[in-house]
């Protein structure tokens, strides 16, 4: 069973840190694209960024290029997304997804979120 689990977040001030983490279990994450995104109530989900580290391939929206680094350990089957100088725009649910076709689009499988609130 494909699954994928998000963890790291909580309740930070501005200009502080996160390290999002994504653990994957039923299949291997160096055989898929794997993305991150965030929706903020009221607002539509975006992508925040995009990993296949099969290929050496990254991807971010022009919002986070920056201040957030998504990295991928082979070894723990796990990606995370490293967000510095957060603010309290940022404050949403953060999602990771897979694709299988090693593109970052045709998202298949997705976590339940977790929720990063940044204070002011």
């Known amino acids: 069973e494909v699954q994928l689990v998000e963890s790291g977040g909580g309740l930070v001030q501005a200009g502080g840190s996160l390290r999002l983490s994504c653990a994957a279990s039923g299949f291997t994450v160096d055989d898929y694209a794997i993305g991150w995104f965030r929706q903020a109530p009221g607002k539509e989900r975006e992508e925040v960024s995009c990993?296949?580290?099969?290929?050496?391939?990254?991807y971010y929206a022009d919002s986070f290029k920056g201040r957030f680094t998504i990295s991928s350990d082979n070894a723990k089957n796990t990606v995370y997304l490293q967000m510095n100088s957060l603010k309290p725009e940022d404050t949403a649910n953060y999602y990771c997804?897979?694709?299988?076709?090693?593109?970052?689009?045709?998202?298949?499988?997705w976590g339940q979120g977790t929720q990063v609130t940044v204070s002011s």
């Open positions: 997804s897979a694709s299988g076709g090693r593109l970052c689009l045709g998202w298949e499988y």
């Open positions: 990993i296949v580290s099969s290929d050496g391939i990254t």
